[in-house]
């Protein structure tokens, strides 16, 4: 198993290009996240899927995902602000296993 | 707002010594804990955890504590070997909240030769 993989590992863009963060695991879970992670922040949510059809959101706009499937869970910022130069984390699980979450090394994105 | 707090960003340890790591949580509806271990360019990886319903469980080397009444847990490591530097994350869940993750801040460890 790959686990979980993200595409790409580093990224540039400017202020108001728009950007997918790719995201994708093989070991059929039901659960996905994303998270950035910024210094002295720790992790912060932005949206999961409990399942292939549904998602929810965590935090205000500037983002937006899709999961059509179970394995692909991209991540769409719409017009990109230097306030979301971050590191992009995917994580899945088990849906309802509480075991914690299995995650994709991370995308390091910075806007100009 | 954060309900998970780790107030020591960092720690720095004597190879071979205890490394105690600290987190406090305020939500009381929190009833799972988690520590991750992050390396540089990789993503955390699940170290051990405690349920609510325990004070304690060990792991090898690792131990976490638990003290519901205070909302405090600690990260024991026992003894700490250089490999152990990483940045480590506390994290809290709820059942009643679909176990979605909160996350501390995060506490760099190293561990000196």
């Known amino acids: 198993n790959a686990g979980v993989t993200q595409t790409p590992k580093f990224h540039i863009l400017k202020t108001g290009q728009s950007m997918t963060l790719q995201c994708a695991q093989d070991m059929n879970h039901g659960y996905m996240s994303w998270y950035r992670q910024d210094p002295g922040m720790g992790l912060r949510l932005i949206y999961y899927?409990?399942?292939?059809?549904?998602t929810d959101k965590e935090v205000p706009n500037g983002y937006n995902v899709s999961r059509l499937n179970t394995e692909d869970f991209p991540l769409r910022l719409v017009s990109a602000a230097p306030s979301q130069t971050s590191v992009y984390l995917c994580?899945?699980?088990?849906?309802?296993?509480?075991?914690?979450?299995?995650f994709g090394p991370g995308t390091r994105l910075t806007v100009l | 707002d954060q309900q998970v707090k780790q107030n020591s960003p960092s720690l720095s340890v004597q190879e071979g010594r205890i490394s105690i790591l600290n987190c406090d949580y305020t939500?009381?509806?929190?009833?799972?804990f988690l520590w991750y271990k992050k390396y540089p360019a990789e993503g955390p990886t699940f170290l051990i955890s405690?349920?609510?319903?325990?004070d304690k469980n060990e792991d090898g080397r690792f131990t976490v504590f638990l003290n519901k009444s205070a909302k405090h847990l600690s990260l024991h490591i026992v003894p700490s070997q250089p490999g152990d530097s990483a940045v480590y994350f506390c994290a809290a869940s709820s059942t009643s909240n679909d176990y979605k993750l909160s996350f501390g801040a995060g506490t760099t460890v190293t561990v000196r030769a």
């Open positions: 994580a899945s699980r088990l849906q309802g296993a509480n075991f914690g979450q299995f």
């Open positions: 899927s409990a399942a292939a059809g549904t």
């Open positions: 405690i349920s609510s319903i325990k």
């Open positions: 939500n009381s509806m929190f009833d799972y």
